[in-house]
Nanobody
Framework: QVQLVESGGGLVQAGGSLRLSCAAS????????MGWYRQAPGKQRELVAT???????DYADFVKGRFTLSRDNAKNTVYLQMNSLKPEDTAVYYC??????????????WGQGTQVTVSS
């Protein structure tokens, strides 16, 4: 079993910043890719950013230059620094990880989601 604990969401004014964290624990040999997705009301879940084990990142166009994704492999934690937030960034943000378990099985896990609300 792998547990993901997300934190850092909240209410912020447009132009403000938030930092999301997602810590993984449990039956983990190694975490490969980590990332964040988001889902706004009435919309499909969409990719925000991903980071590989080696630290290579990929961002959705709508967050490039504003959001920064990083990870601490020793803590099995991924961080999403969100700057210059816009009202259209309002959504539930979900952490996602690809885990290599101790029995060499690879599986994917989602966090429970954390609400980010940006007021205009």
């Amino acid at each position: 079993q792998v547990q993901l604990v997300e934190s850092g969401g909240g209410l912020v004014q447009a132009g403000g910043s938030l930092r999301l964290s997602c810590a993984a624990s449990g039956d983990i040999f190694r975490i490969n890719a980590m990332g964040w997705y988001r889902q706004a009301p009435g919309k499909q879940r969409e990719l925000v950013a991903t980071i590989t084990l080696g630290g290579s990142t990929d961002y959705a166009d709508f967050v490039k230059g504003r959001f920064t994704l990083s990870r601490d492999n020793a803590k099995n934690t991924v961080y999403l620094q969100m700057n210059s937030l816009k009202p259209e960034d309002t959504a539930v943000y979900y952490c996602n990880v690809d885990v290599l378990g101790p029995t060499a099985v690879v599986y994917n896990r989602w966090g429970q989601g954390t609400q980010v609300t940006v007021s205009s």
